[in-house]
């Protein structure tokens, strides 16, 4: 399986911002859908937002509609997620991938961590 890498993550105060960066290897990034999906203590993982493989439709779990924005460079194999406005219940590891029914094509990578406390 092709690989990514997810980059960016931190220790945000609310209210703040992080952008996340997910890089893609092999040759099937530009024609997929990608998405980011997050999981946090207990629970489990979520998609959060995601982007056609032209990146012409985008959409979003309801509980960041407004805050977070999805985009890629399919030249660079990269996918990004711009998080505003954060909050404590935002608090997760990020992941990105993208799936084919079932199947996801990218094997998990290791995530990045997200911590949004005061």
């Known amino acids: 399986q092709v690989q990514v890498v997810e980059s960016g993550g931190g220790l945000v105060q609310p209210g703040g911002s992080l952008r996340l960066s997910c890089a893609a290897s092999?040759?099937?990034?530009?024609?997929?859908?990608m998405g980011w999906y997050r999981q946090a203590p207990g629970k489990e993982r979520e998609l959060v937002a995601a982007?056609?493989?032209?990146?012409?439709?985008?959409n979003y779990v309801d509980s960041v509609k407004g805050r977070f924005t999805i985009s890629r460079d399919n030249a660079k194999k990269t996918v990004y997620l711009q998080m505003n406005n954060l909050k404590p219940e935002d608090t997760a590891v990020y992941y990105c991938?993208?799936?084919?029914?079932?199947?996801?094509?990218?094997?998990w990578g290791q995530g990045t961590q997200v911590t949004v406390s005061s």
């Open positions: 092999g040759s099937i990034f530009s024609i997929n859908a």
């Open positions: 982007i056609t493989s032209g990146g012409g439709i985008t």
């Open positions: 991938n993208t799936r084919t029914g079932p199947v996801y094509l990218y094997s």
